[in-house]
């Protein structure tokens, strides 16, 4: 059974930096061999992409987070981050980290909450 651990939300004033974090354990492979996301849902919107690695390290963005977030992995230590800066208030939702294995099964953490708000 996949579980994740996520960490690092929370509440910060605008313009303010966060960097969440997902450890990961209980998968069949390699941690090396998925692809990891970062999702985000906020309120009245549908859940959607923010950011993507595979497993050779190229990246992907949402154009928000385009030049303020960094989606990054450790191999070694299992786990996925995702730095954020110059939060904005419309970024205030819950952030979900996701594993994708190659066959497209797919797993997704419980979500943690950022919240920007002076």
């Known amino acids: 059974q996949v579980q994740f651990v996520e960490s690092g939300g929370g509440l910060v004033q605008p313009g303010g930096s966060l960097r969440l974090s997902c450890a990961v354990s209980?998968?069949?492979?390699?941690?090396?061999?998925?692809?990891l996301d970062w999702y985000r849902q906020v309120p009245g919107n549908q859940r959607e992409l923010v950011a993507k690695?595979?497993?050779?390290?190229?990246?992907d963005y949402a154009d928000f987070a385009k030049e303020r977030f960094t989606i990054s992995r450790d191999n070694a230590k299992r786990t996925m981050y995702l730095p954020m800066d110059s939060l904005k208030p419309e970024d205030t939702g819950v952030y979900y980290c996701?594993?994708?294995?190659?066959?497209?099964?797919?797993?997704w953490g419980e979500g943690t909450q950022v919240t920007v708000h002076s």
């Open positions: 690695i595979n497993p050779r390290g190229d990246t």
């Open positions: 209980g998968y069949r492979f390699s941690f090396s061999a998925y692809n």
């Open positions: 996701r594993l994708e294995a190659m066959d497209g099964l797919d797993w």
